[in-house]
């Protein structure tokens, strides 16, 4: 098994998520805004790497489209407010829309991508 690798970044100013660098592990933890939580979910993550060694940990399937560059924190299926990050989503993250779990990002084609899952503190998960 390769050296385990988990730890926290920021994501903005004010947010923070876990990351794993394992091998090619794809975890990225929802964004937190205490520390302490992204904290928890890398410690999670570290679990689930011990009790499942040489596992890897899937991402979300789904086709990613492309945001609208006018508005870029709302979502280009539904138009939902998706984005709660002062209205600047930031560049080489894939969103998913609160509503209709639409994934987007600035250029969807880019193999670097991380995925940030829902960013909307407005919204409940899945709400019409």
């Known amino acids: ?76 299926s539904c138009h939902a407010v998706a984005v709660d990050l002062d209205g600047h989503p930031q560049r080489g993250w894939i969103y998913t829309c609160c509503r209709c779990m639409t994934r987007f990002a600035e250029d969807p084609g880019d193999s670097l991508l991380r995925e940030a899952g829902i960013c909307c503190t407005e919204h409940s998960k899945g709400t019409a």
Do not use: Y
Request: with cysteine; hydrophobic share 40%.
């Open 1 to 76: 098994m390769p050296r385990l690798v988990v730890r926290v970044e920021p994501f903005s100013n004010r947010w923070h998520i876990a990351i794993c660098r394992t091998g090619t592990c794809l975890f990225v933890s929802p964004r937190q805004v205490v520390k302490v939580a992204a904290e928890e979910a890398a410690a999670h993550h570290r679990h689930w790497h011990r009790a499942n060694p040489g596992a890897e940990w899937s991402a979300s399937a789904g086709q990613v489209v492309e945001w609208n560059h006018d508005k870029s924190h709302r979502c280009p």
